[in-house]
């Protein structure tokens, strides 16, 4: 009979748990783990078979194994590659020792017919990087003579003859090649700009080239700046989905294109079709669709599958991009809004200094979701202050203040960092325009046109909450730490252009609200004026025996 597997042993006792460990491990380890009587006939897997005559077992057949090929343990390519180096360095070392010339770098000749005379793997135009390194050691200093860092140049040149465009794809080779444009003379610049002729977009696409591309716009001549703009003409929308062609396209821009070419530009992101059209005069959608209404949606599809896709790789800082997603979404319909607005949630905090840049972030808060809403604010966090004291960013912050549903949230993320640093915001030029939008909410008086321009339409987008019941819940928390200011500063405020208007708005607002008292502030502000007065008058506040005396000597000096 088969010995019976022991019970589970008490988890409380750790030598018993241990010896029944040991056991289960010698059991499954047991060749016999049943303990069968040992037999002549018994097996583990049963009786052995019998001869035909019963006397003898017969022996189990083995099957035979097959061999295997030997395991490679190195690569064929690599041991050959290796015994040519070998070789190549046998041979240099005995040619060496016999007084030869022959260079370290060099293979045997091919003449030779050996094993040695195969070129091995060595680094593409290594020798002549190698060159331009050491002589860019000594030109780059500032003690170094004009007519010495000529002649390195001109050594740097001659070394990358014919593979300037190959050498420039190289870290090293692309910074040798921007200081010998930066430091060398209109012969040897020209030279430069020779050798890379036509292959300026190319240039611009690669990761080390684009920066002598960028090197050229900011150190070169105005020929050169003008080349380099007439090569990139008509490649607008391959350079500003590429991370280091958007870079090399703001650059020229901003610092290079007129006018009339920065339209150019701006046109190619329109359609193929309009880039064509050098001679076309629309500068913006609305005179492009006022002109041609059939082509609006084949414009703004092209442009919704470019701009999102710049977007969406972090390039929505360059200006051109900025220009076409503010217009594209003061065009586009309810859909392409909400879709845009929703890519661009997280560059608003990036983008919103600029002008188009705060078209876009007024954009996406009009057409955004609350969920949207609340990342945009919470990324703001910390820099209301800040964005406040921007003529740009301060209006973002006044659309925000009109749009956003969740006054709760508005009074922690905005309102609350806005009054911390109050005092400095009355008497600022932009900092007070955020508390403007709440005491008069887009008053002409304190914002312009084109500001108003920028923040849009009054009443668009997806809020639901009416504006009155907005503005009322945000005014409790803002009166009464306003009334204290003005109350405290009247004087201050009074003759500051823009302290005097948040002041004057204060005061009103305080006088319809019925949770606040306006009479300290107007009390404040009156004894501001009274002692203004009086310095204006005699110089300064004064005493009553002073004024008896300046009124004795004032008749003494009239009767003389």
């Known amino acids: 009979m088969p010995a019976a597997v022991p019970s589970a042993a008490s988890t409380y006792n750790r030598a018993t748990r241990r010896a029944w460990t040991a056991k289960k491990k010698a059991i499954a380890q047991s060749d016999n783990p049943e303990q069968l009587k040992e037999a002549a006939d018994n097996t583990l897997f049963g009786k052995k078979r019998k001869s035909e005559d019963g006397t003898d077992t017969v022996p189990k057949v083995q099957r035979q194994k097959r061999a295997r090929a030997d395991v490679l343990k190195t690569d064929p390519a690599a041991a050959k590659a290796t015994a040519v180096r070998k070789a190549d360095k046998h041979s240099y070392s005995a040619a060496k020792g016999a007084g030869s010339k022959r260079s370290a770098f060099k293979p045997a000749s091919k003449s030779t017919g050996s094993a040695s005379s195969t070129p091995y793997n060595i680094k593409p ?3 002549a990087v190698k060159v331009s390194l050491h002589a860019w050691e000594r030109l780059r200093q500032d003690k170094t003579p004009a007519a010495e860092r000529a002649q390195l140049i001109d050594t740097v040149l001659a070394s990358f003859q014919g593979t300037m465009v190959q050498v420039l794809q190289k870290h090293d080779a ?75 396209l703001q650059l020229v821009y901003n610092s290079v294109a007129t006018p009339a070419q920065r339209n150019a530009m701006y046109r190619e992101i329109w359609g193929k079709d309009f880039a064509l059209l050098g001679q076309s005069k629309q500068t913006s959608l609305a005179q492009l669709f ?39 979404l003061q065009h586009a319909d309810a859909g392409q809004q909400a879709v845009l607005a929703s890519v661009l949630k997280e560059a608003v905090p990036h983008i919103m200094h600029t002008r188009d840049g705060a078209r876009i972030a007024c954009s996406c808060l009009r057409y955004t979701d609350p969920k949207d809403r609340k990342t945009i604010l919470k990324a703001l966090k910390g820099y209301v202050a800040r964005a406040a004291c921007d003529a740009n960013a301060a209006l973002v912050l006044c659309v925000a203040l009109e749009v956003v549903d969740d006054t709760v949230l508005l009074r922690k993320a905005i309102v609350s960092e806005l009054l911390a640093e109050l005092p400095s915001l009355a008497v600022h030029a932009h900092g007070s325009l955020p508390v403007l939008a709440l005491l008069a909410p887009r008053d002409k008086r304190y914002f312009e046109p084109a500001q108003l321009s920028i923040m849009g339409e009054a009443g668009s987008g997806l809020s639901k909450k009416d504006s009155a019941q907005r503005r009322d819940e945000l005014l409790q928390v803002l009166l009464p730490p306003l009334c204290r200011l003005c109350a405290s500063q009247a004087g201050s405020l009074a003759r500051s252009p823009h302290g005097s208007s948040v002041l004057f708005e204060a005061v009103q607002a305080a006088s319809v609200a019925k949770s606040v008292e306006s009479s300290p502030v107007l009390r404040a502000l009156a004894e501001a004026s009274i002692q203004q007065g009086e310095a204006a008058v005699g110089g300064g506040p004064a005493t009553v025996g002073e004024e008896g005396e300046e009124g004795e000597e004032g008749e003494e000096g009239e009767e003389g």
């Not at 696409?205 to 007439?230: D, P, Q």
Request: aromatic fraction near 4%; proline fraction near 3%; charged fraction near 25%.
């Open 174 to 248: 692309a910074r040798v090649l921007q200081s010998c444009y930066r430091l060398g003379n209109p012969e040897q610049r020209k030279e430069l700009m020779t050798r890379i002729k036509g292959q300026v977009v190319q240039l611009s696409l690669s990761h080390y080239g684009h920066f002598f591309v960028m090197c050229i716009v900011r150190h070169g001549t105005t020929e050169h700046k003008k080349m380099l703009e007439a090569e990139l003409r008509g490649h607008v929308c391959e350079l500003v989905t590429h991370a280091e062609g958007s870079a090399v």
């Open 125 to 127: 135009h290594g020798e």
């Open 290 to 328: 006022e002109e041609d209404p059939a082509a609006k949606p084949r414009v703004l599809r092209r442009m919704e599958a470019l701009l999102s896709k710049a977007a969406r790789k972090g390039l929505a800082m360059t200006a051109l991009v900025q220009r076409g997603l503010a217009d594209l």
